[in-house]
Each structure stands twice: as C-alpha cells, then as structure tokens.
C-alpha cells in the first residue's frame, strides 16, 4: 500500500454524514430550549389583576347630578376628561394631545384646552380651534346606569372630529 493510500484511510474527511449529524444536534438543542422556555413560561405566576379604578378598566366617576354643566372634571388615574356639556351631555376626553401625545390641560379661564407642546387649541367637546393637532381628541366610552356615570378606559375611539352622535346622555 502507498503512504497516501495509508494517510486517507487514517484521516477521513468530513462526509455528509457527519455534517448531518451536527445538524440534528444543533436542532434537536434548540427544539429543547423553546421546550424549557414554554414551560417556564407557563410556570411563571402571572401579573397581578388591575384594581377596580385604573386606566384600561371602566372608571366609575360619580353620580350624574355631580357634574355641573359645562364643566370639565379631569380624572389623571383614568387619563381623560369627563366634560358636561352645557345641554347636560358626557364625553370622555382623553388628555393626549393628537399632535405629539403631550398631556393637554384644560384651561378653565378660557374655558379651552391648550397643549402646552405646540399650542394646538380644542373646545370643550375636544374638537380642533387652532391647528397644528390634524384632528379631535380621542374619546372613551361613557355609560350612564341608575345615574351613575362611568368610563371604559381600556377602548379608546379614534375621531377626527365632535360629532353630536358622540355625546351621551342620561335618560
């Protein structure tokens, strides 16, 4: 036998069966790890349940007779506005300005709310007076039940502006 004859059958190459067989282990360590991962997962306590009270959940914000009309009553838990009209409706404006997201405060003097950001001006139903905010402020469901008023914080409408259908009244 030549010395090269001896040498190849001393050192065998890398065939397909070895590259094979590193590619079932590597698979095999990753299917394992998505294994343990679910399973922790699932072992994991969950996060505490959210308190009557906090945003994404409905708020309860008082009795009807609470609210004088047209006043505005903010509710920072909640993150929004409960407005009365002057004709007795509610809505649940939110306190994010729809141009950047800044918290807009509601000015009693002028009777408007003006983000501080970059001075885009609402009324009180949240619709736009004065630009650059390309649309109304978002609204949150009101619901009047044996004259309590409430808000769902957890499902926020978008609008582009007031529309008289928005409003809600007690019966």
Known sequence: ????????????????????KKLWLGLGLIAL????????????????AARVGDFGNVIE????????????????????????LKDGGFLAVSRKCTHLGCTVPWDSDQKKFVCPCHSSVFDITGDVISPPAPRALDLYPVFIENQIVSVDTGRKIRRSRYEESQVKYSS
């Open 1 to 20: 036998m030549s010395k090269t004859a001896q040498e190849n059958k001393k050192e065998p190459k890398a065939g397909r069966r070895s590259f094979l």
């Open 33 to 48: 790890v998505e294994f343990l991962w679910i399973c922790i997962t699932f072992l994991r306590p969950r996060k505490p």
């Open 61 to 84: 914000a008082g009795a009807v007779d609470d609210f004088e009309p047209g006043s505005v009553t903010p509710f920072v838990r909640g993150h929004f506005y409960l407005t009365r």
